[in-house]
């Protein structure tokens, strides 16, 4: 549907990453996988239905994050009293209670990350469907290639499982709806960010520009 297009100008290299064994780099056809002559390693690849991937699955975040925090993460019952909670209401409430950083951290990693690489990677890669390049889509491109190591919501996925666990002793805990859709935030930007090669995205980004 969109093959991978020849960038102009080349030959274009690409280098291993692991030997860093020099060769020349051509586009791949779908569903193929470019390895390094000297050590098997990959060195890029064409991903079946690359962009319509990243484009769905980070349309399908958004749509999520909404119900993440539209609907309660969590709600505990202790000593007769119930409270509910959600991602945002938890980050104003270590702010309020002397733990600022800690609530602006949660604030930061849990919402405003996973709403910006999601918003990012529609930016970029919707136009690109339709051959066209949004404007400035090639600095947002290297910008969701920084900030993608900080989209660190799994890792707090598990610090709250491992924190719920601790607290189970003392009070009642049950998850709400936030928290099933937050487990699905994480794997739909984990599909998103694999459906799309570097390699890939950059030489259509170069030939959009065109
Ligand atoms: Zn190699």
Not at 102 to 116: D, E, H, K, N, R
Not at 143 to 162: A, D, Q, R, S, Y
Request: charged residues 15%; hydrophobic residues 55%; glycine residues 8%.
């Amino acid at each position: 549907m969109h093959p991978w297009p020849q960038p102009p100008g080349g030959p274009h290299y690409s280098a291993c990453h692991l030997c860093d064994t020099l060769h020349e780099a051509a586009p791949l056809a779908e569903g193929v996988a470019a390895r390094c002559r000297g050590c098997g390693a990959v060195l890029y690849q064409n991903r079946p239905a690359s962009l319509a991937r990243v484009t769905s699955f980070s349309i399908a975040a958004l749509v999520l994050m909404f119900v993440v925090n539209w609907f309660p993460f969590l709600t505990m019952d202790a000593a007769g009293i119930r409270t509910t909670l959600n991602l945002a209401s938890g980050a104003k409430a270590l702010i309020a209670e002397g733990s600022p950083l800690l609530g602006m951290a949660l604030a930061l990693f849990t919402i405003v990350t996973p709403l910006a690489l999601a918003g990012g990677l529609i930016y970029v890669c919707a136009p690109l469907l339709f051959g066209r390049i949004a404007p400035g889509a090639v600095h947002v491109a290297k910008w969701l290639n920084k900030t993608e190591p900080w989209n660190m919501i799994e890792v707090f996925l598990l610090g709250v499982l491992v924190s719920l666990l601790k607290l189970n002793k003392l009070a009642d805990v049950h998850f709400g709806p936030g928290f099933w859709a937050f487990g699905a935030v994480m794997l739909c930007m984990a599909a998103a960010v694999a459906g799309i090669d570097r390699d890939e995205l950059w030489d259509r980004l170069e030939v959009a520009k065109q």
